[in-house]
């Protein structure tokens, strides 16, 4: 049985709580990011809200000093081992309503919401031997306690081949259906990186997530973290999932941001409607508290417009990391770019055509009217000239050639683009045809 894609025409676009507010995001906080999107992000394609780890643990990020995720933490579950949202943080939660009511208001302003699991089911619901609805099996029954997280202490990871594996795992998705939840964020399973001679070890999870959400009668978009996803393996998340990093946690760093060129490289061709290779979310705008100290961006303007370009024509989902509330208008604007995010929604076939330590270029081609789109990216740390004919990008017709980022057209002789690009810097030209 497949997963639908029929729902997921184009890569994710929205918003993630996690690069601003780690573990600690509240009902109040939510809202404030959702009702921004829905005023000024929206209207460019941005839809998805998504609150991300430990929204069961009314104490997350209390001992942030020592601990991201606190030690033999007993967050909120119900009698079937499933985790139910934290009322100090989600108050709408109270009487067993669990997200439906912040999912409701979400939908009210026409987005869709989102939430964050690890894989697996909580290690004290075993140690409890809590039950697994509708089934005679307890969790200590499922758990498999040689499968754990190597960075979070909350879950063991459930054994596919005992009675009661797939009801647990239908269990939460059909309280998430009735949530009313449209995208889940699956946690330690893209790459279980704590085994490094198996690090898809969660194969058949993966499998039991994707019957169950098949099995809740409803569309909810099956994202899988963190990465790098295997490439060996391309064809079974392109079967299971709809979107999978192929980094691990991605930040305001030159060299991350770099090395995503190679990352891109390697899954170009694994690209489609309705599978996405995920590069993470966008660093940029405000980030940082609830990891002890709020900053901008380190990433200069040219780096953000070179993330920008490169997601786009890679068709990447687009998960803002910022606080929405504190964007500047630079930054929004970037984000805002209709003629830049078109890319994503409506273009096709990108592949890196040249790539060395001091730049790359990457062509596609439009879905509608034949034209192509040339990103030329800067790698180097001072300014240089970039050049390339249009013979080498096998296009024998008059184009006029137009820069999406200021969106104007630019001059051309005809046989090429010459154009100056700042350090880490890039251009992104649509080559229309006469």
Partial sequence: MFLKKSFV????????????????????EVRANAEYMAKYLKPHGYEYVVVDIQWSDPNAGTDREDYQYINFSHFNIDEYSRQIPAENRFPSAKNGAGFRPLADYIHSLGLKFGIHIMRGIPRYAAHLHLKIKGTNVTADKIANPYSVCKW?????????????????????????????????KVDDICNTNFYKDNPYSAEKEIEMIHKAIVNSKRNIVLSLSPGPAVIEKAWHLEKYANMWRITDDFWD???????????????????????????????????????????YTNFTLDEQITMMTLWCIFRSPLMIGAELTKLDESTLSLLTNDEVLHLVTCSHGAVQIERDNKHAI?????????SSYLAMFNLSDETQILYITFEELSIKYKVSVRDLWKQAKVSSDQTGIQTSISAHGAM???????
Avoid at 9 to 25: A, C, E, F, L, Q
Avoid at 269 to 286: F, I, N, Q, R, W
Wanted: glycine share 8%; charged share 25%.
């Fill in 9 to 28: 025409k184009t890569p994710p676009m929205g918003w993630n709580s996690y690069d601003y507010y780690d573990t600690t995001v509240n009902e109040a």
């Fill in 152 to 184: 979070n202490p909350d879950m063991y990871g459930v054994d596919y081949c005992k009675a009661g594996a797939q009801e647990y795992y239908n269990s939460i998705f059909e309280l998430y259906a009735e949530w009313g939840v449209d995208f889940v």
């Fill in 253 to 295: 760093d030159w060299n991350l941001l770099k090395n995503m060129f190679e990352r891109c490289e390697v899954w170009q061709k694994h690209v489609s409607e309705g599978c996405y290779p995920d590069c993470d979310m966008l660093a940029l705008g405000t980030l940082g508290k609830g990891f002890g100290k709020e900053r």
């Fill in 362 to 370: 990457w062509l596609s081609e439009d879905n509608s009217d034949g």
């Fill in 428 to 434: 992104l030209y649509k080559l229309e045809r006469h």
